[in-house]
């Protein structure tokens, strides 16, 4: 099995796929309805927005950040706070997962997700770009992920940086190896068409240009996993004199305001 069916199966089968697509999508629709060029919004708010959004429906359908549920809680116990603004469509839509399934795992600072020991980050792409995303532009962190697995010889590492961040990367590369294997989400919209893209894969560094990825996966064309979120395969189960994990219960979600039952533009 290659790395690439190994990752896309982990993922399938924990939900995780699942629980990327519903984030990206509510956050989607939410800057889309936000978003107009007649007041005087630009591609820097589009894209600034849309990832503040996605990072926030993350931790809500991750249980992570302010949305964590404390061991021992009721199953709704944060339910009010976690559909705050959610639209009916989203919260119906929402998969439930355990609350310890998926974790936050920064890296420098990077929002991040760790499911056991992989990582995601997420990245930002220019719409129809995301198999070109220039990763030497990116933060000294995508830069290093980037690196990984790949064959160029350590020196190239610091190819056509300035001077004055070399020594960051080089300090940051004495830590290395990655405390996990990470691995990049990739997200584009255009407001105009509202055509998106999402991506999952393992980063390459492109200094010479050529592809950003070693493999990537087409994250809108995978299939949904089906069925109870609740009854896929679980990681292994703590020892009994461990309470079990927490899964939120979905509950039939109040009357939204007018603004936020809508899901469309």
Request: proline share 8%; net charge negative; hydrophobic share 35%.
């Amino acid at each position: 099995m290659s790395e690439q069916e190994r990752i896309i199966q982990l993922m399938r089968t924990s939900a995780v796929i699942d629980a990327i697509r519903w984030a990206f999508t509510s956050a989607k629709a939410r800057t889309l309805e936000d978003y107009s060029e007649d007041a005087g919004y630009d591609a820097a708010w589009l894209g600034s927005t849309r990832f503040a959004l996605f990072r926030d429906r993350l931790d809500r359908v991750f249980s992570c950040g302010r949305y964590e549920v404390r061991r021992g809680a009721e199953p709704t116990a944060g339910l009010d706070l976690v559909h705050a603004e959610l639209t009916k469509q989203d919260v119906e839509a929402m998969p439930v997962l355990p609350h310890d399934r998926v974790r936050r795992a920064d890296l420098n600072k990077s929002p991040g997700w760790a499911l056991a020991e992989t990582r995601l980050l997420l990245a930002s792409s220019a719409f129809g770009d995301v198999d070109h995303i220039p990763w030497p532009q990116k933060s000294r962190t995508k830069q290093l992920v980037a690196k990984q697995g790949a064959t160029e010889p350590a020196p190239s590492l610091f190819d056509e940086l300035p001077e004055d961040e070399v020594g960051g990367l080089a300090e940051a590369l004495a830590e290395k190896e990655l405390d996990l294997d990470t691995y990049v989400v990739a997200h584009s919209l255009d407001p105009v068409s509202e055509q998106a893209e999402l991506v999952l894969g393992r980063p390459r560094s492109n200094d010479g240009g050529g592809t950003a990825w070693h493999w990537r996966e087409n994250l809108l064309g995978q299939p949904p996993s089906g069925g109870n979120r609740q009854s896929l395969p679980q990681p292994p189960s703590p020892p009994d004199s461990e309470p079990d994990a927490v899964v939120r219960l979905r509950i039939a979600p109040k009357t939204q305001s007018p603004r936020s039952a809508s899901g469309q533009r």
